[in-house]
């Protein structure tokens, strides 16, 4: 059955609700669930999903290469172990936001505020820092329905439009993976010490 009868409206859905969901889970504080005033996840979260980012690129290419070999099964299981450290970053992640203030780039006092100074200590780092993260987010959110839809054309044994849209959907997913470490590395060090 064509990925557009069965699943394609499934697809819909999750493209649409998993963001719309991360942005209200944005507005969520941990008071709103329920968790202590105090509570806060300690910064380790960053650094395990950056690295999460990290693997999935690398797992990314491996896959390519697999199936460029003609190892199907190894290409199969790697796909399958992308989609979830993919889930797994994005739970981190909202974990991580619900849990923590936001964080900026170039905010060296930590007060959550971007001053005309500290906008001037990081001058063009800035606007590269924004660009990035911007394309990252961006991309992550055309990344779902991308990654649905290949791994739906791949289950049915839809293998010519399952490599159509691959061919689509392996850069956007290598560049939002790879962008997520760099996002990471650039702000790292605005982190509040905890």
């Not at 999750?14 to 008071?31: C, K, M, N, Q, R």
């Not at 779902?144 to 399952?162: C, G, K, M, N, W």
């Not at 996002?183 to 010490?193: A, C, H, Q, T």
């Amino acid at each position: 059955m064509p990925t557009n009868n069965k699943y394609s409206i499934w697809i819909k859905i999750i493209s649409v609700v998993i963001p719309v969901v991360v942005a209200i889970l944005f507005g969520v504080d941990a008071e709103d669930i329920g968790l202590k005033a105090d509570y806060k996840l300690p910064l380790f979260l960053p650094p395990i999903y950056s690295a999460i980012n990290g693997l999935t690129a690398i797992l990314l290419i491996c896959a390519l290469i697999a199936i460029k070999s003609k190892k199907v099964t190894l290409h199969k299981w790697l796909m399958k172990t992308c989609i979830a450290l993919s889930l797994a970053f994005l739970v981190m992640y909202i974990a991580h936001h619900i849990t923590s203030s936001t964080t900026f780039y170039g905010d060296s006092d930590g007060n959550g505020v971007l001053s005309l100074a500290e906008k001037k200590e990081v001058g063009y780092l800035l606007y590269v820092y924004w660009t990035i993260l911007s394309s990252h987010i961006i991309l992550s959110i055309a990344l779902i329905p991308l990654v649905l839809t290949s791994y739906v054309r791949a289950i049915q044994e839809e293998f010519d439009p399952h490599r159509k849209i691959s061919k689509i959907t392996f850069p956007v997913w290598l560049y939002v993976a790879t962008t997520g470490v760099v996002v990471y590395l650039m702000i790292s060090d605005y982190y509040p010490p905890y």
